[in-house]
């Protein structure tokens, strides 16, 4: 399909493990977000992108985690050393900058 | 930008008008109103986004006063399939999109 794909849908890891999130927008939209979210809370930002760079980082709680988004299309959110408190639903979302964002199903994270 | 606030839920019957009313008295000249839609294990849904008056779309409509120091999402007759949660966000070009808490719109037979 043409909507935002992201992968895996569902991610179990143990404490202290390496996880990598992949997002793939929808095909030319310039704008991509990552986005957390908790059982029973709104949608947490995480990070913005405008093509490659990172237009505000101001999301993300700490150093372990970090995104890229190399050749502005597909974008990779990276956590080291995971902790129980970083499982969540992690969402990506693109836009052609209208406001009008387009989700994907989400990552499932479990850290055990 | 400019915080957002509504109510935490709300509970409906089948084919009754909604109205859910957010405030956004920070707003800033650029600043449009958007909504989506969430329902669970799903991502957000774009709903409606406007800017001032009224906007119209086949899902629902969005008033905006004059002021626009706030806006209400308007959902005719709701169905059981309506039950979702409601955010209201303020957007800026260039700007990221902070979610709230959001509405928990429960719809009953």
């Known amino acids: 399909g043409a909507g935002v794909s992201q992968t895996p849908s569902n991610k179990v890891t143990e404490k202290g493990k390496y996880v990598e999130l992949r997002c793939d927008p929808i095909?030319?939209?310039?704008?991509l977000y990552w986005y957390r979210q908790s059982l029973g809370q709104g949608p947490e930002f995480l990070i913005y992108f405008q093509g490659t760079g990172a237009a505000d980082d101001s999301g993300l709680p700490n150093d372990r985690f970090f995104a890229v988004r190399p050749e502005g299309s597909v974008s990779t959110l990276k956590i080291q050393r995971t902790e129980r408190g970083d499982s969540a639903v992690y969402l990506c979302?693109?836009?052609?900058?209208?406001?009008?964002?387009?989700f994907g199903e989400g990552s499932r994270l479990t850290v055990l | 930008l400019a915080k957002t606030t509504q109510p935490i839920s709300m509970d409906s019957y089948e084919g009754q008008e909604v109205n859910i009313t957010c405030s956004h008295n920070n707003i800033a000249t650029n600043d449009y109103i958007t909504w989506y839609q969430q329902f669970p294990s799903q991502g957000p849904r774009f709903i409606i986004q406007g800017y001032k008056t009224k906007v119209t779309n086949e899902v629902a409509s969005l008033f905006i006063p004059a002021d626009r120091k706030s806006s209400t999402l308007s959902l005719p007759r709701v169905s059981l399939s309506d039950t979702a949660v409601y955010y209201c966000l303020v957007y800026n070009a260039g700007n990221m999109l902070t979610f709230g808490g959001g509405t928990r719109l429960m719809v009953k037979p």
């Open positions: 095909s030319g939209h310039t704008a």
């Open positions: 979302a693109s836009g052609a900058n209208t406001g009008e964002l387009f």
